[in-house]
């Protein structure tokens, strides 16, 4: 079974990331990502505060953006606690987890995001993901350490163990689509859609893209699917080439 990868974007203190890579050692989990971590990698505070968790660290990636981190993964999810006007599913870390142990068992590509300490993720980070992961906690204080955050995630992971329920199992058996495939069929609709003129106008143009690409993370494409989206793009356009040749 392939374990779930850690994926810190843009950490601020060494020391959270110690203490995030012993909370994934806790529960077995040792594939730690790490973007643009603001001072810099390796980080001696990290080392220090790991404490017996070393190795995570020694055998951590190092990314430059959220893109790269998750380019080989199957399916992702990004925790934050914050409302936000992307539309997607926000699961429990129970229930994510299980979606992760069930779709892991086949062989799948997991990656959980974790956002900096001062403001967590972004919109920008959070397009990148198939559902968002909310932990139930107090509304009026739902500040998280980044550590404590991956604590409780790891802790699902580690409780349920082999058991997967059965309800999760469908989704666990689609041959799913790369992050890096599903990015490129943004690239394409969207160098399609800008030649046509639908970003407009010009000052709602990042928005738009950006819901667009939230919108393909968030449909969870399985391979032949986003071959079916390119077919279709590339018909239309062609039918067109054909009707101005006319």
């Known amino acids: ?66 893109a790269s981190a998750v380019a080989d993964c199957d399916y992702v999810f990004a925790t934050t606690a914050r409302g936000r006007e992307l539309v997607s599913e926000v699961v429990t870390p129970e229930r994510a987890m299980a979606m992760a142990r069930a779709m892991a068992a086949e062989g799948k590509k ?20 198939n ?10 204080f739902f500040s998280l350490n980044l550590a404590q955050a991956v604590l409780l995630v790891a802790y699902e992971w580690g409780r349920q163990g082999s058991e997967v329920p059965a309800s999760v199992m469908e989704l666990a058996g689609k041959d799913m689509a790369s992050k890096s495939e599903v990015q490129a069929l943004g690239d394409h609709y969207e160098e399609k859609l800008g030649a046509a003129g639908f970003f407009y106008p010009l000052d709602k143009a990042p928005s738009m893209k950006l819901n667009l690409r939230n919108m393909w993370s968030r449909l969870g494409l399985t391979r032949s699917e986003v071959q079916t989206f390119h077919g279709m793009l590339r018909q239309i356009a062609y039918k067109l080439r054909q009707q101005g040749d006319e």
């Open 1 to 66: 079974m392939i374990q779930p990868a850690i994926i810190l974007v843009r950490p601020q203190m060494g020391e959270n990331i110690g203490g995030a890579a012993r909370a994934m050692l806790n529960f077995t989990l040792d594939r730690m990502r790490i973007v643009a971590p603001r001072d810099g990698w390796p980080n001696p505070k990290a080392v220090a505060m790991a404490s017996g968790a070393g190795r995570v660290l020694d055998h951590a990636g190092l990314f430059p953006d959220v």
């Open 110 to 129: 997991i990656g959980i995001l974790f956002g900096p300490e001062r403001a967590g993720l972004e919109n920008d980070d959070i397009v990148h993901a």
């Open 131 to 140: 559902a968002i992961i909310t932990v139930p906690v107090n509304p009026e």
